[in-house]
């Protein structure tokens, strides 16, 4: 089977950051032309995926695409088809709206003020 028809059946292959292998459950849904997998092991998925020191799932951050304050346990994994391979990506909760991922997500802190107006928590 391939990868796209794996996930099609709910299932989803991701390399651990141990060098092996594992399947993540979950569900395929379409929205506004997109593909997104719905799944429950969130943190699992996460720790493995992320280019940077997982974060926890409560932790709130500014994505820099949409302006807007997310929680990081609300990211949304996005599909992109190119054949029957597929590429997964950890989406802006927002997506398909905003089309930013996890490298556009910033801690909202003093340290980023000039980046971010602290009252409105909208990009400067
Ligand atoms: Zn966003």
Redesign the pocket.
């Known amino acids: 089977m391939n990868k796209l028809d794996r996930l099609k059946a709910g299932e989803l292959e991701i390399e651990t950051k141990k060098g092996g292998t594992m399947i993540i459950k979950g569900k395929l849904i379409e929205e506004q032309g997109k593909l997104f997998f719905n799944i429950k092991a969130k943190k699992e998925y996460l720790s493995n995926n992320s280019p940077f020191k997982p974060d926890n799932l409560a932790d709130k951050k500014i994505?820099i695409?949409?302006g807007?304050e997310?929680v990081v346990g609300d990211y949304k994994i996005l599909i992109e088809k190119n054949g029957n391979s597929v590429v997964d990506f950890i989406a802006?909760p927002?997506a398909p709206e905003?089309d930013?991922s996890i490298i556009?997500w910033f801690d909202f802190t003093k340290k980023n003020k000039l980046f971010f107006d602290i009252e409105t928590k909208k990009p400067v």
Request: neutral net charge; contains cysteine; charged residues 20%.
């Open positions: 994505c695409h949409c807007k997310i802006c927002n905003c930013g556009d």
